[in-house]
């Protein structure tokens, strides 16, 4: 294979509800953390060790609406998506580096805001949505795995 790949997926829950940064020109993006969990049995001591990774997330525009419209801290999701480095100079001069998951693909697998509307009949949120391309993936109730 002559080319590359860089593509993440993760499934998680949410560490805190989506944080919306809005720009000029009427672009946004979304900003939240999602953990995933690792369970494995020392075997030393037969304890059950659960070990977090903390992902930070980022999804745009339309995507961002989103997910701020329907999840809540504590949600359980399925995304697709690349990993992102960046750097940036803080206020005190010092360099700062993050590592980010761009989101390109996701699926609501709980929402604490879906069971609500769902109580009240209110319609129900968009299940699994692709915007790579846009014309695929409103509701979807299969998993892509």
């Excluded at 480095?85 to 580096?97: M, P």
């Excluded at 009240?120 to 299940?127: C, F, G, I, R, V």
Aim: glycine share 6%.
């Amino acid at each position: 294979m002559n080319g590359t790949l860089n593509k993440v997926m993760l499934i998680g829950h949410l560490g805190d509800d989506v944080k919306m940064h809005y720009f000029d020109g009427g672009n946004c993006i979304g900003r939240f953390q999602l953990a995933t969990n690792e369970v494995y049995i020392n075997k030393t001591t037969n304890e059950k060790i659960t070990s977090t990774e903390w992902h930070n997330l980022v999804v745009r525009n339309k995507a961002a609406e989103i997910c701020e419209k329907y999840l809540s801290k504590g949600d359980k999701i399925y995304i697709e998506g690349r990993i992102k480095s960046r750097q940036w100079q803080a206020e005190d001069g010092t360099t700062k580096y993050t590592t980010e998951i761009q989101v390109t693909e996701f699926t609501f697998l709980t929402t604490k805001k879906e069971t609500e509307h769902k109580l009240h009949q209110a319609p129900e949120s968009p299940k699994n949505t692709n915007f790579e391309n846009p014309n695929e993936g409103l509701p979807i109730n299969d998993l892509p795995f």
